[in-house]
């Protein structure tokens, strides 16, 4: 594997990392929120409205991030291939 393809994947693996960390944050977040929250709702319809809220900020989220995963994974040569690129070029500058 060439040094290029290797430092795609680095950054890849990085960004994906990133990426489902920030859902796992929000999944603890949005729950932790709920749980907190909960008897400051008033009883009845209105903690419904608030579960299938929170569970569509949770299932659009995911899904989104998912999404954005996988179009990472099939254009990543040409993504991380031009953010290197200009990296490298920026720290030709510098010196």
């Given amino acids: 594997m060439s040094d290029l393809n ?3 994947e680095a950054m890849y693996k990085r960004d994906v990392l990133v990426a489902w960390a920030f859902v796992i944050g929000l999944w603890f977040a949005v729950i932790f929120v709920m749980l907190a929250t909960w008897n400051l709702a008033p009883p009845g319809p209105w ?3 608030l579960l299938i809220g929170g569970a569509a900020v ?3 989220n995911t899904a989104s991030i998912g999404a954005l995963v ?3 994974k099939e254009d ?5 291939g031009l953010d290197i690129k200009h990296l490298d070029e920026m720290r030709g500058h510098k010196h």
Avoid: D, P, T
């Fill in 70 to 72: 996988r179009h990472y």
């Fill in 76 to 80: 990543k040569q040409f993504i991380y």
């Fill in 58 to 60: 949770l299932l659009f």
């Fill in 6 to 8: 290797q430092r795609i």
């Fill in 47 to 49: 903690r419904i409205v």
